[in-house]
């Protein structure tokens, strides 16, 4: 099948797993047909541990499929691994789906409560209903808490939904 | 000689990055290094697959056809730093759940970020 994923996506996939050594991983597998996971790790030079990691979190996300022989030798499982950029569209869109889901969920609740802050590096926000519980007093530094406009939030939350709608019904 | 499926691949990249904007298929196989004939085929084929549409248009003074893609192509761009991508809280992130998007600290930081709020040391209860 053919892909409608580039490379550069493909690439920043690979980054958004977390780790560095996946772009390279990806890499590799891009211009194989198949590979054993002995063999990424050599061409690699990532740790064979953590090319295990990488591809079963890859595999997970059916990013890559693999195929399993018996080594005739030492009777072990030999697993090849083979990359499926064809997945790639529909990993983009499920997880676009997840970050639309968790981003309205978060617009919902900045939007119905009211926040209090004391301004203090490393406290916190402390909705309404908390505050006067606490006497709007801070419940970490004891300074009082005093009124936090999130407007800003709202307002970038509502931008940020509003693009990934876009991008789902594209 | 490149594999034919290499060369659709090649030719549905060029075709989707040109946007709305499309282009000639003359430009096509000029661009893919190719003949017209394979230009063609390779379009025709594209179309009947449904990834790209063919338009008719009259270029200097010549009937040619204009390739748009179907598509745009897929792009990580919106999300590529949004915390909640790849999140290894996510089976346990739910509105009732032991982390929630109201008050998740990774995605006040971020929300943060992006707005360019002043005060970054914000945390939410």
Known sequence: MLSTIDDATLTKVAGALGEEEAVKLIEMLKNSEELTDDEIANKTGIRL???????????????????????????WFIFHWKLQPDQLEGFILSQ??????????????????????????GCKRIPFEEAVELVFKCPTCGKPLMHYNNE?????????????????SE | MPKHNDLEQKALQIIMNTGNDGLS??????????????????????????????????????????????????????????????????????????????????????LLRITGNECKVLGDS
């Open chain 1, 49 to 75: 541990n953590n090319v295990r990691k990488i591809l079963y979190k890859l595999y997970d996300h059916s990013l890559v499929s693999l195929r399993r022989t018996r080594d005739p030798k030492t009777g």
């Open chain 2, 25 to 110: 298929q003359s430009e096509l196989w000029r661009r893919l290094g190719a003949s017209s004939r394979e230009g063609s085929r390779i379009a025709l084929k594209l179309e009947n697959k449904g990834l790209i549409r063919r338009e008719k248009e009259l270029r200097d003074g010549r009937w040619t056809y204009r390739l748009y893609p179907k598509r745009l192509p897929a792009s990580i761009d919106s999300i590529a730093d949004c915390p909640c991508m790849m999140c290894p809280e996510s089976p346990r992130c739910s509105p009732t759940g032991a982390v929630t998007p109201q008050n998740c600290e990774k995605l006040t930081d971020w």
């Open chain 1, 96 to 121: 676009k789906r997840r970050v639309f889901e968790k981003l309205n969920i978060r617009l919902e609740y900045e939007k119905n409560h009211d926040f209090y802050y004391c301004y203090t590096p």
């Open chain 1, 152 to 168: 800003k939030i709202i307002q970038t939350l509502t931008q940020k939904i509003e693009t990934l709608r876009k991008e789902l």
